[in-house]
């Protein structure tokens, strides 16, 4: 038997009805609510103002309805209404960005995760204590400005989709960098990024154990950034400028990868320790969470990040990957969270996976 995360209170309505499946539409909300669909659960999306109008064009992905709000900050007011409808509240990015923190972790409904996860992502000195204490290798962590000696990359808190990260060759092109809140400086690694989807289950008893339960490897992307990429970012950047145009890491879309089998082994141990981890540190995760790194030309894999909920990256594996084939057919990140609330309700394990 798991941790149990969340308060009886939180969980007991949920017995006796089906889950709702709750998110803010943005993100990944598409295959959130298709994968929750696919099971036979209910659904509801978060809308900021009218309910977005794309949804029209995606009926198998449509929620049920909506609940519309001023700002996603209003949520909290309507959580008595949640809790009566049976709503679970589904972390992306996006929601909790928008959310904070501080507020997402303050609401009174069953979110699926375990919320005392954010404040170790969100956080990214925090983050690093984290990745540190599993043993995990990482970029080389400097202490200000005044110590870079050489590339490295600037890199604000919480999820923002590479908005606002930086990127300098040494300490005399710093003079451009004004910030606008609390960042961390890194090394900047030369290789090749993959960001590695996986879900940890504490009700699996099969696949690759950790503690008590299991993880899976359900699919693997990389990141198109506005105007700035892969192997040219260091030599482009004096180009852009020249040209006026300033370097960003805004993330606009994502490309799907194969990591080289030989490599499977080390990123899936490097897994299992971060999840080993979170279980003395906080209580462990719950469900998706993605391993973001850089594999040099030695094939060692660097970890810069860790996301510790669905990804947007997952949107490119609706019908499933390459991956998560092996494991099931048609099987979406946004299926496996379904699945999951699915079988802790029919084990009447519901506060494992909620908190």
Known sequence: MGIALAPAARVSALRDRTPVVTTLCSHSSLQIFYGARHEGLG?????????PR????????????????????DL??????????????????SFVEYMGPEAFDALDVPVFG???????????????????KAEVPMPRKYRDLSSIDGPVIIKYHGAKGGKGFFLAKSPKELGDFRPTGPYVIQEYVVGTRYYLHFFYSPLSEDGYR????????????RRDEANIDELYK?????????????????????VPVILRESLLPQVFDLAARIVDTS?????????????????????QFKVFEISTRIVAG?????????????????????RRIALELKRARAEDRLSEVLS
């Open 76 to 93: 909290g007011r309507h959580a008595n209404t949640l809790q009566r409808e049976g709503a679970v509240v589904i972390p992306t990015g």
């Open 314 to 334: 997952t949107n490119l594996f609706i019908s499933g990957s390459s991956y998560s084939d092996f494991i099931a057919p048609h099987l979406s990140t946004g």
């Open 234 to 254: 260091l030599g482009a950047q004096e180009g852009l400028r020249q040209a006026g145009i300033r370097p960003t890491f805004v993330v606009t879309g994502n």
């Open 210 to 221: 950790v503690r008590h339960g299991s993880i899976e490897l359900l699919g693997m992307d």
């Open 43 to 51: 659904t509801l999306g978060i809308a900021v103002g009218k309910p």
């Open 279 to 299: 279980v003395d540190l906080f209580g462990g995760m719950v469900g998706p969470f993605c391993v973001e790194g850089i594999v040099t030309e030695d094939l």
């Open 54 to 73: 794309f949804y029209e064009a995606f009926p198998l992905a449509r929620p049920d309805r909506f609940l519309s709000l001023s700002k996603v900050t």
């Open 114 to 132: 375990n919320r005392k996860v954010l404040a170790w992502e969100s956080d990214r000195e925090k983050e690093r204590q984290w990745l540190e």
